[in-house]
T-cell receptor, first 112, second 114 residues
Framework: EAQVTQNPRYLITVTGKKLTVTCSQN?????MSWYRQDPGLGLRQIYY???????DKGDVPEGYKVSRKEKRNFPLILESPSPNQTSLYFC???????????FGDGTRLSIL | GENVEQHPSTLSVQEGDSAVIKCTYS??????FPWYKQELGKRPQLIID?????GEKKDQRIAVTLNKTAKHFSLHITETQPEDSAVYFC?????????????FGTGTQLKVEL
């Protein structure tokens, strides 16, 4: 089954404790993105990537890092999480530029 | 950067009526405009999209129109049904050196009442 898999689905953690949210897709897609969703603000793109070792900042990259060492994986790293990063996070992939995004099921992060 | 505004934020219609959601964008470099539906607790899913070289696209009860000159695009749902109740997001997309930059609107909560 074609899918985008995120882990963990839920996480409660404390300020300053480094965490990584993994994202993997099995569709051989070159394009991948991370979004955060907050009430009243919609989806905001954090980082995006068009291929291995090619990434770029979206609209809200502060406090986040990404890496793209393999085509199928695109982890999101919070080096020193803060409470304002409490949010619902979605990873997505697409087969090419300006193609539909396939979203994962989301990761709900709570940072205390 | 790109800015996408979406209206209304909430929309309530009677079953069988039409619903219209409008979006505007600011950057003429945007050339792909998808619409996503998100049911409560679920992931966003694409319902229709339109590219900048097309003015209108229809898929059964759903249609999207694009006015490049005015930088606005709209979603039209006809003969609404209760299962259309969800949050709808518009987005504007452009290609950059790093990939695909998408900017979403803030969403419209559509409620279809019986």
């Amino acid at each position: 089954e074609a899918q985008v898999t995120q882990n963990p689905r839920y996480l409660i953690t404390v300020t300053g404790k480094k965490l990584t949210v993994t994202c993997s897709q099995n569709m051989n897609h070159e394009y991948m993105s991370w979004y955060r969703q907050d009430p009243g603000l919609g989806l905001r793109q954090i980082y995006y990537s068009m291929n291995v070792e090619v990434t770029d900042k979206g609209d809200v990259p502060e406090g986040y890092k990404v890496s793209r060492k393999e085509k199928r994986n695109f982890p999101l790293i919070l080096e020193s999480p803060s409470p304002n990063q409490t949010s619902l996070y979605f990873c997505a992939s697409s087969s090419g530029p300006n193609q539909p995004q396939h979203f994962g099921d989301g990761t709900r992060l709570s940072i205390l | 950067g790109e800015n996408v505004e979406q209206h209304p934020s909430t929309l309530s219609v009677q079953e069988g009526d039409s619903a219209v959601i409008k979006c505007t964008y600011s950057d003429s470099a945007s050339n792909y405009f998808p619409w996503y539906k998100q049911e409560l607790g679920k992931r966003p899913q694409l319902i229709i999209d339109i590219r900048s070289n097309v003015g209108e696209k229809k898929d059964q009860r759903i249609a999207v129109t694009l006015n490049k000159t005015a930088k606005h695009f709209s979603l039209h749902i006809t003969e609404t049904q209760p299962e259309d109740s969800a949050v709808y997001f518009c987005a504007a997309s452009m290609i950059t050196g790093g990939g695909n930059k998408l900017t979403f609107g803030t969403g419209t909560q559509l409620k279809v009442e019986l």
